[in-house]
Every structure is written in C-alpha cells, then in structure tokens.
C-alpha cells in the first residue's frame, strides 16, 4: 500500500514519515556509520602493516642486545640486560666496520661518476641535434629493459681481460655503466623541460659549451639530480650482484652487503646470533636516520623511475 | 680560380691576425659547427666507451657463448651450434626453475600491487570526512608513509638476512610469535620445508616491496583532482564504488608501470633473496630455485659458463615476453586528461 503512493503517503500520513526518511535522508547516517566502521578497519589495517614494517626491525635491534642464550630460549622478550659488546664484536671481529668502508670506497666515487657522465650524456642526447642522437638515446634506454644477470658470465670475463676483477675501481667503472641507462634516461626528461633562453644568453656572452654546462645548465638541473643521486646511491649501495660475482678473489675486500650474506652463513655455524644481529642493526641503522631525515626527497626519488 | 682561394686565405689570416672572434674562419659557421661536434664527441666519449665495453659487449656476448660448450675456465671451447638449448628442454631443473620464476611473476604483482593499492586508497581517501572535505586521508598518513617505507631503503641483503633469522625455527621471531599467542601447533620448519619455502620467499618480496607502492600509488592518487571524490560522493557512491570506478581508472598507467616493475623484480631481483635466504642457494630440494640463481651456479660454481649463458638468453625471453603481454594488457583505448 504505502509502496504503491509513496510520494502521497509521505507527506500526509504519520506512517510514511519514517519510510520516507529512510529513503532520502538514510544515505546520511548510513554513510557515516559505514564511514566509521570503515574508518576503524582500516586504521587496524594500517597498524597492522606498519607493525609488520618495523616490528622485524625492532625485533633485530632488541635481539641484538640480548645474549645468544636469551634469544634462542625467548626470541620474544625484551633484553634483559643491554650487552653492548655484541655491536663492538660485529663490529671489529666480524669485520662489518670494514665493510662498511668498503662499500663507501666503492660507491661515493661512483655516484658521483654516474651523476657526471649521466647529466653529460643525457644534457648532449636532450639539447643538441646531430645525426645517430636518437640511436644513442635508444641504446641507453634498451639497457633498462634487460637484466643484468644476463650479462654477467661475459661481464665477468670482460673484467678479468682488463684485470679489474676484484679492485675497487673495476667495481666503480661497472656500477657507472650499469647505472647510465636509467640516469641518462631521467636526466634527459628533465634537461628537455628547462628553458633554454639562459643558455643561449650565456653563449652570446662568449661562454663555451662545456662551460653553459656546468655553470648554467647543471645548477638548474639540481632537483633532478638529487633524485637520480638518491635514486643511484641507494641502488649501488644495496648492489648485490655485481659484488658477488666480480669482487670475491679476497673476503677482506667484501662489500657490506657481501659481508653481511657471508656473516649470517658463519655467525649460523658460530652460534654468534647476537653477533649477526648487531651487525645487521649496524648496517641498517644509517640508513634509517638519513631516510628519516630526507624522507621526501628519497620518497621522491625511488620513486621517480615510475612516476616518469 | 687561383686567386680567388688566395683571396679568401688573406682574408683567413688577415682575420685572425686582428684577433679571434672578430671575424674569419672563428666566427663561421663551419666553425661553429665543428666546436660543436667537438663539444657532443668529448661529452659522450667516455660515458659511450664505458657503456659499450661493460653493458652493450656483454649483452652481446652472451648470444655467442650461448652457443658453445665453453667452461669459463680456459680460455677454449668449441661452437656447438643451438646443443645448449636442447639440453635445456630436457632440464628438468630450468623447467622448475622458470616454474618458480612464473608463481612469483603472478603472485609478487598480485600481492604487492594489492596491498599497495588498498593501504594507498585507505591513506588518501580512506579517512572520515572531518573538515567538511569530501575526501580526506587518516590522520598519520605521513607517519604511515614513512613507516611502510623502511623496507625499501634497506639492501635485500639486510633483508634477506633478517628474514632467514625470523623463519629460523630456532628462536626465531616467527614461531616466537605464534607460541607467544598460544598458536604453537602451526609453528613450522619455514625455510625448510620444500612445500614452504618458495611461499616464505614470496612473502619476503611482497614485505620488502608494499611501502614503494604505497608511496608511488599515494602520488598517482594525490594528483587526481578532490572535486571529483566531491562529485561521486555527493552522487552517493559507496567507497568501494569510488575505488574501483574513480581511482583506479584514473591512477591506471602508475598501477602499470608499477605491475611491470614487480614483474621485472620476480624474475630478476629474487636473486638475492633466493641466494642468501634459502638452503643451498634454491633448496631445500630445489623447491625454491629461480632462474637467475641456476644461471649463477651454473656459471661460477659448475664451471658450465656456455650452458649458464642460453639460461640467460632465456630468461631474456621470458623477460621480453612479459613485457609485451604487460605492455599489451594494459593499453586503453581513451586517455583521461584531468
């Protein structure tokens, strides 16, 4: 009865007035209690997945301050007493100081040599015209599409004709190559959106190429570069690959990530967990910090490969 | 003619003798032109060089000794022709392997993008409408960001390390946690098992690559305009209709090129964690190799160098193909400007 008139039976009979209500006022409070069952859920959701972030994290951390016996009777618990000794045994005796330095022998110089020879490239490829710019420009950017453990049987033999197999500076040159595609890539997008009135100015005033390169044309390109450094210097300093299959001649030379693989093998053996986990907490506490500090611009800049 | 060269030579010295740049063969355009070309040869000399002598020559390579039977330790061997991939259709181990590298190639894209695009949504639009505005993100979607992030500036290393510890059955975190709440009838021997492992391997990845999701999808969905979540709500849409009708068509390239390079990071970067994490490097019982780490055996440890490089050839393949079907899946007729 009321669904055969409902437009009728609202305005006049009191039984209507709830239907009626129910029908174009219940998106409302229908809305908002969905909202904030919703809202509830997926803030547990969200907690969920943030405690399953950090918590391994934390748990390293913990463990690493424990005694071995602790963690394998409670991996659960809190340390009961804080055996800083486990962070200086890793440190000196499992050689992850060493480490350290190693990997930054290797990789400061070649960020540094990707960011010059990429913007070199990719400023040449995006604001000169001769003939072969496009084939260059596709050479690099095929690069990126392959894997790189393809290539790493004659990569390796390459290296050893040359006798860089094991030196830093082999691994420096190799990092530089493989990180050009990506670098060349990006930085070529971003010297094609900025504006080219300046660098015209400055060679009217007499400036020579080379020159409107690095004192005009770099200095405007910094947003760019500080994520592709971002972006380059977390991808060389997490590099696995390349170390373990070109520099494994001398274990003292080992690269951190290396280092780390070959200490959880020997710290296993040793029964050392505190040891291993001191060291991972070593190694990953850095990188924390400076993310944490520069958290925008490393968001920004791992993300920036995608988002182009 | 003669002394019309003689001509243009007295011009020549007679320019320069006034000094560069007044006029003559300095200020021409020859000149400028071959200052030029000089300036393109000097910046990409070097960067071409290195590029061709350590990525383009080995890539190369790796075709020719795909067709011999060399070993990698002496310097000869001979050309067998396609013997090496014929040895591969009959390899049950490259078969396991690229089966392995498949389960990871659908599930890594399935459950991180998943997960990426849920804990994006419920940051960006999930939050109650507080503030009179359509479509709010929770509170802490900041801290949320930072946090989810974490695994992904760490090295796969430190990843594939800590995560050994955890599965480790003794004392690690994973059946700590289940005996701590009294589910300690489902702790398993997690990396040991052959029917475990690649799922444990798997779920490692999918921890590792959430938090790059989550930001990227975050920026995709940032940048769609707020008047449109207005709209839809004011038109009464459920958050459910909104995601699959309004964000996700919207954000469709980034969630693309995101599902490519999960896709890339199934065959490619599960080397790392298949080589640290696992028992002997894919085992136990093979259960958990994946085509980048029989190549790396095959070459450096079996001194098959030869045999190792048609592995990469293939997986090259399988790269390729992948990308074509990712490439061909997802292209849309219409562009959405906005």
């Known amino acids: 009865m009321s669904t055969a008139q409902p437009a009728e039976m609202s305005g006049t009979t009191p039984a209507g007035v709830p239907a009626a209500s129910r029908a174009s006022a219940g998106r409302s409070p229908g809305s908002r209690s969905e909202g904030r069952t919703l809202g509830v859920f997926s803030q547990g959701f969200l907690v969920l997945w943030a405690c399953m972030a950090a918590g391994p994290l934390l748990w390293a951390a913990m463990s690493s301050l424990k005694t071995d016996g602790q963690i394998l009777e409670s991996p659960w618990s809190l340390p009961t007493s804080l055996n800083w000794e486990n962070w200086v045994r890793a440190w000196n005796g499992a050689h992850i100081g060493e480490y350290t330095l190693n990997s930054l022998v290797v990789v400061i110089p070649s960020v540094l040599g990707t960011m010059l020879l990429g913007s070199m490239t990719a400023y040449v490829l995006a604001r000169f015209e001769f003939p072969g710019n496009r084939f260059i420009y596709y050479l690099f950017v095929g690069g990126m599409t392959f894997p790189v453990i393809m290539a790493i049987v004659p990569l390796f033999f390459v290296m050893k004709n040359l006798s860089l197999l094991s030196t830093p500076h082999g691994l420096i040159l190799a990092y530089i190559a493989y990180s050009l595609p990506f670098t060349t890539f990006f930085m070529t997008a971003f010297f094609r959106t900025l504006p080219g009135a300046i660098a015209e100015a400055a060679m009217i005033d007499g400036a020579s190429h080379a020159r409107v390169f690095f004192q005009v044309m770099l200095p405007m390109a910094k947003p760019g570069l500080v994520s592709i450094g971002i972006f380059n210097f977390l991808g060389q300093w997490n590099q696995y690959l390349l170390p373990i299959a070109l520099n494994t001649e001398d274990p003292d030379k080992a690269l951190l990530t290396q280092g780390l693989a070959t200490l959880a093998v020997s710290q296993g053996y040793k029964g050392d967990w505190s040891g291993l986990f001191a060291g991972l907490t070593i190694a990953t506490l850095p990188v924390l910090v400076v993310y944490t500090v520069f958290q925008r611009q490393v968001q920004a800049g791992l993300t920036s490969g995608a988002l182009k | ?338």
């Open chain 2, 1 to 338: 003619m003669a002394t019309d060269s003689r001509v243009v030579a007295d011009e020549t010295t007679a320019g320069t003798a006034k000094g560069p740049g007044v006029g003559g063969f300095a200020a021409s355009r020859h000149y400028r032109t071959f200052v030029k070309y000089r300036f393109i040869a000097g910046f990409l000399a070097f960067p071409l060089a290195l590029y061709g002598v350590f990525v383009i020559s080995p890539f190369f390579q790796t075709f020719y000794y795909s067709l011999t039977d060399w070993t990698g330790y002496s310097s000869d061997f001979a050309f067998i022709g396609l013997d090496n991939f014929g040895r591969l259709l009959e390899d049950g181990l490259f078969w396991k392997a690229l089966g392995h590298n498949l389960v990871l190639l659908v599930c890594l894209p399935l459950l991180a993008l998943g997960l990426g695009l849920f804990f994006a949504f419920m940051l960006n639009v999930g939050g109650r409408h507080a503030r009179g505005e359509a479509a709010a993100g929770v509170r802490g979607s900041h801290i949320y960001k930072i946090v989810y992030f974490f695994p992904q500036v760490l090295s796969v290393a430190i990843i594939a390390v800590l995560w050994g510890n955890i599965y480790n059955p003794q004392g690690g975190l994973l059946n700590g946690v289940l005996n701590a709440v009294g589910l300690s009838s489902l702790e398993q021997n997690w990396l040991g098992d052959p029917g475990l492992a690649l799922s444990c391997v798997l779920a490692v990845m999918v921890w590792a690559n959430v938090g790059f999701y989550v930001v990227l999808f975050s920026a995709a969905m940032g940048s769609i305009p707020r008047d449109i979540y207005e709209a839809v709500l004011l038109d009464g849409a459920s958050r459910m209709t909104t995601f699959f009708r309004i964000t996700l068509p919207l954000i469709r390239d980034t969630v693309q090129t995101g599902w490519v390079y999960a896709g890339i990071m199934a065959l490619e970067t599960c080397f790392a964690y298949v080589h640290i994490m696992t028992v002997n490097q894919g085992g136990p019982n093979y259960s958990t190799l994946v085509l980048p780490v029989y190549l790396y055996n095959k070459a450096f440890r079996d001194g098959q160098a030869g045999y190792a490089t048609a592995v990469g050839v293939a997986l090259l393949l399988v790269t390729m193909l992948f990308a074509v079907v990712a490439m061909g899946l997802g292209r849309r007729r219409d562009r959405i400007e906005f």
